[in-house]
């Protein structure tokens, strides 16, 4: 062999030395990225349900601070029984259902303690002045195109016709488009979804699958084409307020007693902050009221007897005071004229006196 080839047979073999070293490190690199990946797979479940957590978290405090805090009324319904004739007991519960949509108030609860007030007859077959004056403020809430609907023929609804409407922004005129109307439920098509009376000249069509003479919140979006090519959808009452910022209208609770309008809320975080007004509340001027930051604030307003005489009548709060029952006690009226403030009277002066300090607490949120 001449030195030519020894020189080439050795640089070959020396090659494959080479070639064979370097494919030992690329199996070991292998086997650590292998090992390396596979711990990855090992720890990617467990990153993966921490950001899910961390994203669900960050989502459900987003939507907590979407939605609004609620402001509710409570109010007692033996200021009915104080009203001397069917027309002028009308008038009262008008003048309830105008300050509640002037003021935006959510929801307002009506409280009973009449002795048959747990069948909600005050005999004879007649209605309690709290199941009336539920009744009248449901009426004038909805709007004016769905009450035919929605209410039947009663003896109580003989006055409504002299009431100012509430005009409120969901009382849609015929002529007005709105993204979102309050419609009531028709005959329903399984292949196709539910018609909607909306208050226009056609009825619309929603995708979902519902119940005839049902209460629904459409939303109608810009597309003005009122044929069934044109599909809309039913969304929760809350989402025109959470979406235009909007007043809605309220809701209206009926109770037996002043405990049942504490105990039974309809939110699930409850009332986290609840108002009593009276003449011996306390007094502080309205531009010095500091609320504490609330979701769901409660306001309560006494009957004839005030607020004190409730709490005496409601076997559930024996022995509890006013101050054991309220979160503060304010009188929003001091140095009074005359001797009684009438309970319509005292919801215009404590919500235009609760204006201030509500705002200044939704602004801590």
């Not at 001397?84 to 929801?107: H, K, P």
Request: proline share 5%; with cysteine.
């Amino acid at each position: 062999m001449n030195r030519v080839h020894s020189e080439a047979a050795a640089a070959a073999k020396e090659q494959r030395k080479n070639d064979k070293r370097e494919k030992r490190k690329k199996h070991k690199d292998a086997k650590e990225d292998d090992c390396g990946a596979s711990m990855a797979e090992e720890e990617a479940p467990k990153e993966k349900k921490q950001k899910q957590k961390q994203r669900k978290d960050k989502d459900e405090r987003e939507e907590k601070k979407k939605l609004k805090p609620t402001v509710s009324i409570a109010v007692a319904g033996s200021i009915i029984d104080n009203a001397q004739s069917l027309e002028l007991a009308t008038l009262l519960a008008g003048q309830i259902a105008r300050a509640a949509t002037v003021f935006r108030i959510d929801e307002v609860v009506v409280f009973d303690s009449t002795p048959a007030a747990e069948n909600g007859s005050a005999g004879d077959g007649e209605e309690s002045g709290a199941r009336f004056l539920v009744r009248i403020l449901e009426y004038l809430e909805t709007p004016q195109y769905l009450r035919r609907r929605l209410f039947p023929m009663h003896k109580n609804l003989k006055f409504v016709g002299l009431l100012p409407p509430l005009d409120a922004p969901h009382h849609v005129r015929k002529h007005e488009w709105s993204e979102f109307r309050e419609g009531v439920t028709l005959e329903s098509d399984p292949s196709k979804g539910t018609l909607v009376d909306v208050g226009l000249s056609k009825n619309v069509l929603v995708e979902q699958k519902l119940e005839p003479g049902k209460r629904v919140t459409v939303a109608m979006g810009t597309n003005r084409d009122l044929t069934t090519a044109c599909i809309r959808k039913v969304v929760p009452p809350s989402t025109p307020r959470e979406q235009m910022g909007s007043y809605w209208g309220y809701k209206v609770r009926y109770t037996s007693n002043l405990s049942g309008v504490l105990k039974n809320s309809p939110f699930k975080e409850e009332y986290d902050h609840i108002i009593g007004t009276s003449e011996h509340g306390q007094i502080v001027n309205s531009s010095e009221l500091t609320l504490p930051t609330f979701r769901h604030l409660l306001i309560a307003f006494g009957g004839l007897a005030g607020l004190e005489e409730s709490i005496e009548e409601d076997t559930n709060l024996k022995g509890k005071r006013a101050d054991d029952v309220f979160t503060s006690y304010f009188n929003t009226c001091p140095n009074q004229g005359s001797r009684t403030i009438r309970t319509e009277e005292a919801l215009l002066i404590s919500l235009q006196y609760f204006q201030d300090p509500i705002r200044r607490a939704e602004q801590k949120l």
